[in-house]
């Protein structure tokens, strides 16, 4: 099983409201990451949580805080989002690699997020 | 950092045909590299990945080739079916695992029954 699910599937928020993403996963994965998609583009990193710690943090404003409660969840608090936070917003796990091996990352189908 | 640039960025083809894609890059320590597959209103599936002890890995219909010395790796679909169409990315990582995966821009495949 390799799955990794998200919730809500679709999000529509006012720029002063508070909301969060939620992100699960069972495979016993001990890194998770979320990813920012825009149309037409590659993800791109904005956080890894590694064994619950915060590892990387891509210079990703103040208004997106990432939290780690458990080895399996992953959430993502959002606060005075700006219109071009819109966006596919994807959450991904995989076995850390502390050891140096390379492990495979994989994603949830995303939260689908509007700002207005 | 890592630059991972992947061509062409659409390509069309018939049904039986076969599919390349090309992704470079640029850090010499890369080690892992991913292949997804993104259909519309989805998140990426891991279709295929390689690592850098390896030259060559296929799956079925999918394989995927990496020259070290040239920075470049591919991924080659045959005898495609117009399930395959969607948007495909390589990746590029250092480690894998919880190092962070670059993306190539992608490439919209499109196969015509």
């Known amino acids: 099983d390799t799955e990794v699910t998200q919730t809500p599937k679709h999000l529509v928020m006012g720029m002063t409201n508070k909301k969060s993403l939620k992100c699960e996963q069972h495979m016993g994965h001990r890194a998770m990451y979320w990813y920012k998609q825009k149309a037409k583009k590659p993800p791109e990193l904005m956080f890894v949580?590694?064994?619950?710690?915060?590892?990387i943090n891509e210079s990703v404003p103040s208004r997106f805080s990432p939290e780690c409660p458990n080895s399996s969840l992953l959430n993502l608090h959002l606060h005075a989002l700006q219109p071009e936070d819109s966006a596919l917003y994807l959450c991904?796990?995989?076995?850390?690699?502390?050891?140096?091996?390379?492990?495979?990352?994989?994603f949830g189908p995303g939260t689908r997020l509007t700002v207005t | 950092g890592e630059n991972v640039e992947q061509h062409p960025s659409t390509l069309s083809v018939q049904e039986g045909d076969s599919a390349v894609i090309k992704c470079t890059y640029s850090d010499s320590a890369s080690n892992y590299f991913p292949w997804y597959k993104q259909e519309l209103g989805k998140g990426p599936q891991l279709i295929i990945d390689?690592?850098?002890?390896?030259g060559e890995k296929k799956d079925q219909r999918i394989a995927v080739t990496l020259n070290k010395t040239a920075k470049h790796f591919s991924l080659h679909i045959t005898e495609t079916q117009p399930e395959d169409s969607a948007v495909y990315f390589c990746?590029?990582?250092?480690?894998?695992?919880?190092?962070?995966?670059?993306f190539g821009k992608g490439t919209k495949l499109t196969v015509n029954p």
């Open positions: 991904a796990s995989s076995q850390d690699s502390r050891q140096g091996v390379p492990y495979e990352q994989y």
């Open positions: 949580y590694s064994y619950e710690k915060l590892s």
């Open positions: 390689i690592r850098s002890n390896v």
């Open positions: 990746a590029a990582s250092r480690r894998g695992g919880s190092e962070k995966l670059v």
